[in-house]
């Protein structure tokens, strides 16, 4: 972590960088600590592996809101980080930058945009006691559940639409193949729309929540499709579902990371029942402690939903 200078100005905070930037022994020592755990702590500062998707996804503090706000521009606006500053001496024994991100965030008003921790993936790879085997994700992201995925060695399918999201994966997996021997993983450069996977043992994935956080301009975009979160959910979303549903081997797991959100009100229940209408129940969540009653407890969204065959649960 940055500590800074308690006398710091406003102009002084908004020219400092504000990005993670890591060596490639950080990086090294991140990856065998992801590969190495087998105990997982609750706590949200619990990260193994998570120093890769900070250094190679500078971009991720270029999502925007619906307003067009982002961290990026909230950086450039000195009123905003007067405000931070301000703030922060008031209330803070010293300043880091890692308070002032998420402070950014606050006085900005953004979505609370994260990365997707590694170790969950590893988590719900162990669910299924296989060794081996083949996870999809519809909507690659920032790399989180790859590193998990490779981690736990298996095989890792993706689909990332975005341009340059794609193109820094590409990057991020060129370094672990100086790190593993572990099978090189797929990332197709389209929407998961257009894509029929098949062989799958798990499908894990966090989609976008319709308009919440807008990635890029491209139009390989999903929300560009549809005027509403129903339609988008009808649209695209339970599609997506299904088909996962499909491509999945016998007592497979689809696992969401889903919260309702402004943007998407009820996509957690929506979610949910959409996989018992296919015949899946709710096995478990994974997050930061988080038992099932987070799916009516709004303190801690951020959860993956873990579903199996109802009939494997032994509720048929």
């Avoid at 020592?29 to 998570?50: H, M, N």
């Avoid at 250094?55 to 980080?81: L, N, Q, T, V």
Wanted: aromatic share 12%; net charge negative.
């Amino acid at each position: 972590m940055t500590k800074l200078d308690s006398n710091l100005t406003t102009s002084q905070l908004m020219s400092l960088d504000y990005k993670y930037d890591y060596t490639k022994a950080e990086l090294k020592k991140d990856w065998e600590r992801l590969c190495s755990v087998t105990e997982y702590k609750t706590g949200s500062q619990f990260r193994p592996g998570i120093k890769w998707c900070h250094h190679y996804m500078p971009h991720f503090f270029d999502i925007k809101d619906k307003r067009g706000k982002s961290f990026s521009s909230c950086w450039k606006d000195a009123e905003i980080m007067d405000k931070v500053l301000s703030w922060g001496k008031k209330g803070m024994s010293a300043l880091w930058m890692s308070w002032i991100r998420r402070a950014v965030y606050m006085v900005g008003g953004l979505p609370n945009s994260s990365f997707y921790r590694p170790h969950f993936s590893k988590q719900i790879i162990e669910l299924t006691g296989k060794k081996s085997g083949t996870l999809w994700d519809p909507c690659a992201g920032w790399g989180g559940r790859m590193l998990g995925t490779l981690a736990s060695g298996w095989k890792y399918v993706a689909c990332e639409p975005n341009e340059q999201t794609y193109n820094k994966l590409e990057e991020m997996i060129a370094h672990l193949k100086e790190l593993t021997d572990t099978e090189e993983p797929t990332i197709i450069n389209d929407g998961a729309e257009y894509i029929t996977p098949n062989d799958i043992d798990v499908v894990l994935t966090s989609p976008p929540y319709f308009d919440l956080e807008v990635y890029s301009d491209e139009d390989t975009q999903c929300y560009h499709k549809y005027e509403s979160y129903e339609s988008w959910r009808d649209g695209w979303l339970f599609p997506l579902i299904d088909t996962g549903l499909k491509a999945l081997n016998q007592g497979g797991l689809s696992c969401w990371n889903v919260m309702n959100s402004a943007s998407t009100p009820n996509i957690v229940e929506d979610v949910v029942q959409y996989h018992q209408q296919k015949g899946y129940t709710l096995q478990q969540t994974l997050g930061f402690k988080s038992p099932l009653a987070n799916i009516r407890d709004t303190k801690n969204k951020d959860v993956t939903y873990v579903f199996c065959q109802i009939e494997l649960a032994g509720l048929a």
